[in-house]
């Protein structure tokens, strides 16, 4: 457990996240006074001095201050300045040196993004993420080099172009790692139509909602869609087809990507993917998340390496052209040497794109209840490891395209998404960096709305419940009808 005391301010969550980059996967609670704890950290800001101070069972054994201008200071720099003050303190007391410096939000490349927009140059940008927030070099330059591929993507982007995810949040079984909402397919194979009924009633009033819109993208997500049999599956893409025409959108110059995440090879089949590009589908995701069968059955997926090779040249063969790859860094057990030979047959493969993820203890996950039973790999293995997948990516002739961070990640790292030129997962580009309104379907989906004028952000939420879903259909459809712009006309 770490303690932390606020004096003089009320950044709460900036304090707990700059204590976790340093402090990771423990609990942390914010008290009035020094504990006998363990540790505290006391975060304080007054007559124009900032400081960090830590304390072990009560004692004080370390501080760092600076000074500021009271008289002009705002909102953004107070906030550096809490957390420039903590990074320093627990930077001496660990010796760690996080890449990503005081940076602990989840898009990095999007500070960048904006200081582009107003015409700011490369060095500026370089400067503004190493000098004032304490990045180093080569994460700045990947930041700077995502902002620039994720512009080109979003300078496309017309007022009336929205996406759609649709949530299926079914899994044959739930990996160690899983926090997202999914549930097990063996305990709810008697809902899943029953889940699709009312799912499709939501998909219908999107659908009235949208004909004021232009339908860019939709993302079929989970849970593993794949999860659903082949008649289930169909009926799904069938409704999708019949109410926002993906086939009729890509006959013509609309160019609407549709993506499916296949996701598990256990739940692949020719006939899924034969469905799949029948009814328009034009990029799927297969996620090994390890080309290690020692690993994947640690993980609790029931498959092996030679399924995820056997179901992606079948993907091929069906005329599958655009298809990516997650894998995860940093799973149990897992070393150099494993990263290095997943990187290999993922280059044997030689997907489209390909995400690759360090591994976040998630408070919902499986792992976080276990993790003493775990074997974790320390940062400066995960910066080893991230190094090998950006080196396979350049061999592969990938381009970075678009990034993100979560929290409680090993190490503080990031997230990559890696593509061939032309290849770039538009839906992942428009969900990261909010700048297109997001509809969204089924338990726990949450569509968001972007004013494009003011950048202003809503969101309208799903219960995750599947039970309470399927029973409150028509509260989850009145809340859209409430919540989105003009919703009230349909």
């Known amino acids: 457990m770490i303690y932390y005391v606020l004096e003089g301010h009320e950044l709460q969550n900036d304090v707990q996240t700059m204590i976790q980059v340093f402090l990771a996967n423990r609990h942390y609670t914010r008290t009035e006074d ?91 940008c370089m400067a503004f993420l190493t000098e004032d927030y304490l990045v180093m070099e080569h994460k700045a330059e990947l930041a700077l080099k995502v902002a620039k591929a994720e512009q080109k993507i979003l300078q496309g982007n017309k007022p ?80 999708v087809e019949e109410l926002f025409h993906p086939l009729e959108a890509n006959a013509s110059e609309e160019n609407m990507e549709y993506t499916v995440e296949a996701g598990r090879p256990d739940t692949i089949t020719r006939e899924k993917l034969r469905l799949m590009k029948e009814y328009g589908v034009n990029r799927i995701s297969i996620n090994p998340q390890t080309m290690n069968d020692k690993t994947l059955r640690a993980v609790g997926r029931k498959h092996t390496v030679d399924d995820i090779r056997r179901v992606f040249h079948e993907a091929r063969e069906e005329g599958h052209q655009n298809i990516n790859m997650d894998l995860i860094l940093g799973l149990p057990g897992e070393d150099a040497a494993d990263v290095r030979n997943t990187m290999e047959e993922i280059m044997k493969l030689n997907p489209d794109n390909v995400t690759v993820h360090t591994l976040a203890v998630k408070r919902a996950s499986r792992l976080r209840e276990e993790l003493d039973q775990h074997d974790m790999t320390t940062a400066e293995m995960l910066e080893a490891m991230l190094d090998i997948s950006a080196e396979y990516a350049e061999k592969m002739g990938m381009e970075p395209y678009y990034m993100y961070r979560q929290k409680n990640m090993v190490g503080n790292f990031e997230n990559v998404g890696y593509c061939h030129p032309g290849k770039e997962g538009v839906y992942n580009v428009q969900i990261m960096e909010e700048k297109q309104t997001i509809l969204a379907a089924g338990a726990g989906a949450s569509t968001k709305t972007v004013d494009p004028e003011t950048d202003r952000i809503e969101r309208v939420f799903n219960v995750k419940s599947i039970e309470d879903y399927i029973g409150r259909i028509d509260e989850m459809i009145e809340r859209k009808r409430t919540g989105l712009p003009q919703g009230g006309n349909v």
């Open 34 to 124: 020094v504990t006998d704890a363990e540790i505290t950290v006391k975060s304080e800001m007054k007559k124009g001095i900032a400081s960090a101070m830590l304390y072990r069972r009560g004692e004080e054994v370390s501080q760092w201050s600076m000074e500021y201008d009271e008289t002009s200071l705002t909102d953004k720099e107070q906030k550096r300045i809490i957390k420039r003050t903590i990074y320093e303190l627990l930077k001496a007391e660990t010796g760690i040196r996080p890449q990503w410096g005081l940076l602990t939000g989840v898009r990095p490349a999007k500070l960048v993004s904006i200081m582009l927009e107003e015409g700011k140059s490369d060095a500026e």
């Open 160 to 239: 009336e172009e929205i996406s759609l995810y649709i949530g299926i949040p079914f899994c044959p079984t739930r990996c160690l790692y899983c926090s997202f909402t999914a549930y097990p397919l063996h305990q709810y194979k008697n809902r899943v139509d029953e889940y699709l009924d009312a799912m499709f009633r939501e998909l219908d009033w999107l659908a009235a909602y949208s004909k004021n819109f232009v339908m860019k993208n939709i993302y079929i997500g989970g849970g593993t869609p794949t999860s659903l049999n082949e008649a289930q599956l169909e009926r799904l893409l069938k409704k």
